[in-house]
């Protein structure tokens, strides 16, 4: 059984995969009653390491925290930003809500709970309305009709 | 009136752990486990050596956790014990930074720079890393560095073996390791029971892992 010569990484890398592999189906108290041999406590070796994976942990969701943050605050930022010039007469500003149902009917129930038809809305509610879906970015996905 | 069966419905179907789940798997981890968590992750630096990059077992150990934590490895608690799950992680981690390095071996986080690697003889005559490379087609850094890699595995395999040579058993387990054998193949060719086995393999990775862990300054 002579050593294979020429490929000395392939020899390595066969007696450490083998160990790793021992390593990996020795019995447990053999592992400790070796760390003991060697000079090394496995208590010492369980707390250092559990603080090892408790701080990954730590790290990790202190992570995810500021990604939800920033996410958090572009959205606000997206909504604060979403500013419109509206039209400056009710008629244009009744004509871009009109076209905003329009085009995105399953809105339509949130504006007409109170059973009021569409026309009953005042000028008030609709300028309201309007602003409301600028906030929420539904004006910026949609076609709206040039003001006269 | 046949009842048409119901597919198994979203609450029974496996799920992968939740990280509080995870958090929990930490807390309960014995002393054999990270026992068996550290010593893997020694020898899968030990074992990729360059490609390690300057990383470390724990960065290793952090990287499969990370990992498990942001569902790129899913861990399902009902098929696999958690340290055998973190360890799976390990060792298929390190296989990745291996990969990527034979991959990219000519990128400039792994290529040594040829100053680094000249050397002055007795005589004060400096001599290139890349003086007598013969193969015009090879990279002469990558050569070098395989070539001086390859010296460098051959020294380690020569001191392991060297270590071992007054060691009949531990002897044969080795050089069975280094032909492929695996563990019932080594035993039943040599005869070899299996507390026999035990014992050398115990006195092999301590002697080995002091020699690796002395190799990479530890």
């Known amino acids: 059984m002579a050593a294979k010569a020429g490929n000395q990484a392939e020899r ?7 160990l790793c592999e021992d390593i990996r189906t020795a019995p447990g108290e053999e592992l400790l009653q070796s760390a003991n041999e060697a000079g090394r406590d496995p208590a010492l070796t369980n707390a250092r390491v559990k603080s090892l994976l408790r701080s990954t942990f730590k ?27 509206l039209p400056k007469t009710a008629r244009g500003r009744r004509s871009w809500f009109l076209a905003a149902l329009n085009q995105a009917p399953q809105l339509l129930p949130a504006f ?3 059973n009021r038809d569409l026309s009953d809305l005042s000028d008030e509610d609709i300028e309201s309305h309007l602003r409301k879906l600028a906030q929420l970015g539904v004006l910026k996905a949609i076609r709206l009709p040039e003001e006269e | 009136m046949k009842v048409k069966p119901k597919p198994p419905s979203a609450a029974l179907q496996p799920q992968p752990a939740a990280r ?9 981890l014995t002393e054999e486990h990270t026992e068996r968590i550290e010593q893997t992750a020694l020898n899968r630096i030990y074992r990729i050596g360059r490609a390690a990059n300057g990383r470390s077992h724990d960065d290793l150990i952090q990287e499969a956790l990370t ?142 892992g002091k020699m690796m862990g002395e190799h990479h300054g530890r």
């Open chain 2, 67 to 208: 990992r498990i934590l942001d569902g790129k490895r899913q861990w399902y608690k009902d098929r696999v014990l958690f340290p055998d799950f973190l360890i799976g992680a390990i060792y298929s981690i390190a296989s990745e930074w291996a990969g990527h390095r034979e991959r990219n071996a000519e990128d400039p986080e792994y290529a040594a720079l040829e100053a680094a690697l000249s050397k002055t003889d007795e005589e004060g005559k400096t001599t290139s890393p890349f003086d007598g490379l013969q193969d015009p087609s090879v990279n002469p850094e990558q050569g070098l560095i395989t070539a001086e890699e390859e010296e460098e595995k051959r020294a380690l395999v020569e001191e392991i073996l060297t270590a071992f040579k007054d060691d009949e058993k531990a002897s044969i387990i080795l050089m069975g390791f280094e032909d492929g054998m695996g563990v019932p193949e080594i035993r039943a060719e040599f005869q070899m029971s299996e507390k026999e086995y035990r014992t050398t393999m115990r006195r092999i990775r301590w002697r080995v």
């Open chain 1, 59 to 85: 790290a990790y969701q202190q992570r995810v925290l500021r990604e939800a943050r920033h996410e958090y605050e572009r959205e606000l930022a997206n909504i604060s930003e979403g500013h419109f010039d």
């Open chain 1, 112 to 114: 007409t709970l109170q």
């Open chain 2, 20 to 28: 509080g789940e995870i958090d929990q798997a930490i807390e309960a």
């Open chain 1, 12 to 18: 390595f890398a066969r007696i450490l995969d083998s």
